[in-house]
Nanobody
């Protein structure tokens, strides 16, 4: 399997912004549920946002709703996570992921790590107070 390529992490002050990028091979990207997860030390990986690249539908965790936006650029087979108004509690390693197949429903299972088979290497986001 091919892994995803992500970038865009960094260190910012509270209230700042970052944009994460995740590029995928076309045959994986097309009509696929793609998501963003984050994991802080000692905590389980949690879903942050997801997008169905076929329908364009999106999902967000309550903790980031209104601050984060997931989007796509189909010409580049890339999904983005625009993170605004960052808070210290957003500090984590962020991972992009693609569902194991095209039958996975974003709306029904985007929070579940187990349905994602392709992963980025992770990019650290650190928000200072």
């Amino acid at each position: 399997q091919e892994q995803l390529v992500e970038s865009g992490g960094g260190s910012v002050q509270a209230g700042g912004s970052l944009r994460l990028s995740c590029a995928a091979p076309g045959y994986i990207y097309s009509s696929r549920c793609m998501g963003w997860f984050r994991q802080a030390p000692g905590k389980e990986r949690e879903g942050v946002a997801a997008m169905d690249t076929g329908s364009g539908s999106t999902n967000y965790a309550d903790s980031v709703k209104g601050r984060f936006t997931i989007s796509q650029d189909n010409a580049k087979n890339t999904v983005y996570l625009q993170m605004n108004s960052l808070k210290p509690e957003d500090t984590a390693m962020y991972y992009c992921a693609a569902a194991r197949n095209t039958w996975v429903s974003c709306s029904g299972s985007w929070r579940s790590v187990d349905v994602f088979a392709y992963w980025g290497q992770g990019t650290q986001v650190t928000v200072s107070s």
